[in-house]
Nanobody, 124 residues
Framework: QVQLVESGGGLVQAGDSLRLTCTVS????????MGWFRQAPGKPREFVAT???????YYSDSVKGRFTISRDNAKNLLFLQMNFLKPEDTAVYYC??????????????????WGQGTQVTVSS
């Protein structure tokens, strides 16, 4: 059973930075495609960033150039470095694991396992 736990969220001001961490247990992390998604109140879940097992990456247009996804396969960790945060980045952030192919994907239905989420609030 694959389990994911996010951490690192918090309350920051616009322009600040945060780094989210997703700790993955179970299975073989270096074979997984991984993704970050977010959901703001009253809005649907939104793709943020993804990294395949080949360490290739893809970002949503709204975060490209500000956010960086990375992974540490030795420690089973996935990161999301968020710089120049904006109030519209406020959301619950979720990490997810794609365990079938290890490919990166922006589509939520491709992911089999999800974390509980961590709240990020950016004040103006």
């Amino acid at each position: 059973q694959v389990q994911l736990v996010e951490s690192g969220g918090g309350l920051v001001q616009a322009g600040d930075s945060l780094r989210l961490t997703c700790t993955v247990s179970g299975g073989t992390f270096d074979r997984y495609g991984m993704g970050w998604f977010r959901q703001a109140p009253g809005k649907p879940r939104e793709f943020v960033a993804t990294m395949g097992r080949a360490v290739n990456t893809y970002y949503s247009d709204s975060v490209k150039g500000r956010f960086t996804i990375s992974r540490d396969n030795a420690k089973n960790l996935l990161f999301l470095q968020m710089n120049f945060l904006k109030p519209e980045d406020t959301a619950v952030y979720y990490c997810a694991a794609e365990t079938s192919t290890g490919l990166l994907s922006s589509r939520a239905h491709r992911y089999s396992y999800w974390g509980q989420g961590t709240q990020v609030t950016v004040s103006s």
